[in-house]
């Protein structure tokens, strides 16, 4: 028998296989370690008593995480779903969004989003039949090393401290960034995120933030004045200095961001997936209460 229970009743390590396990037939490869995992869980704010996972027989099926930001208040986000492969075709995954919104919204959270490849057509209908719905475009690019073309730079990037940055991104940027790629998230990854600034008349001209470990850019801008003038170049050519990486990644590129849609466009990068940002209220409904009492066979 199927039932549903929140995901704190289970170890770090289990939420980890059993997402291991529903990702093993995905569009892209997401056989993550458990050290990856647990970074990336962090970065958006996964909270346990949140997500809720389903069990057959105490084994773990599927599964919602959750995660949230203090900068998004009344707003929770999918930081995962998923059904093991056995175990599709039950409604698990309907009713788990049925627990979660339940208790997100006893909890005060009125508002949910998630991404979504867009390639991965049953998925997207199955959220939109859900009731979410596509509010942003993202793109996502590789830029190879090789192909990087780089020349000579007026100004050198020097490294900075984020708390420094974070006050002023905003100001720079043409979109706000996508959940994983916020502010909180590069806090979160504290030491394993490193950032480059470039000033020009005494302030901020520009600015990157990349993962050591991964050399995925979470935010690069460069303010409106000072661009066209190779800022965007020394950033990266900065970011391909200090990752062991032959390719620097870009994950969920706004499409609205022209600037850096056509920069990394003309520096050489390639399209590798696109996605869609979905939206949805979340609402008290009296279904609700006797959904929680549901099992699935």
């Not at 003309?266 to 696109?274: I, S």
Request: a negative charge; hydrophobic letters at 45%; glycine letters at 6%.
């Amino acid at each position: 028998m199927v039932s549903f229970r929140r995901a704190s009743e289970f170890s770090l390590s289990q939420l980890h296989q059993v997402m291991v396990l529903a990702f093993s037939d995905y569009v892209i490869q997401m056989d993550m370690p458990l050290a990856d995992f647990e970074r990336m869980i962090m970065a958006r704010g996964f909270d346990v008593e949140l997500s809720w996972v389903a069990t057959d027989n105490e084994q773990l099926v599927g599964f919602w995480f959750i995660g949230k930001q203090g900068a998004y208040p009344g707003t929770i986000y999918a930081v995962s779903t998923g059904t093991v492969p056995q175990a599709r075709g039950k409604g698990i995954a309907s009713k788990l969004f049925a627990k979660v919104e339940e208790h997100a919204v006893q909890q005060g959270y009125h508002h949910v989003q998630l991404e979504v490849i867009t390639s991965n057509t049953a998925a997207v209908k199955a959220y939109e039949k859900l009731g979410f719905q596509p509010q942003r475009n993202f793109q996502c690019f590789s830029l190879h090393k090789a192909a990087f073309a780089e020349r000579g730079f007026e100004r050198t990037p020097v490294p900075a401290d984020w708390a420094e940055i974070e006050t002023k991104a905003a100001e720079l940027r043409e979109c706000a960034p996508s959940w994983q790629n916020t502010a909180f998230a590069i806090r979160a990854l504290a030491e394993g995120v490193a950032t480059y600034k470039i000033e020009q008349d005494g302030q901020l001209a520009a600015y990157i933030a990349f993962t050591r470990k991964t050399g995925a850019v979470m935010q690069i801008a460069v303010a409106s004045e000072y661009r066209r003038q190779g800022h965007a170049s020394a950033l990266l050519k900065a970011a391909f200095d200090n990752v062991n990486k032959d390719a620097l990644t870009f994950i969920n590129v706004d499409e609205g961001d022209e600037t850096i849609m056509q920069a990394l466009s003309k520096l050489g990068a390639t399209k590798t997936l696109q996605q869609y940002e979905m939206h949805r209220a979340l609402q008290t409904n009296t279904a609700h209460g006797q959904e929680s009492m549901l099992t699935t066979p």
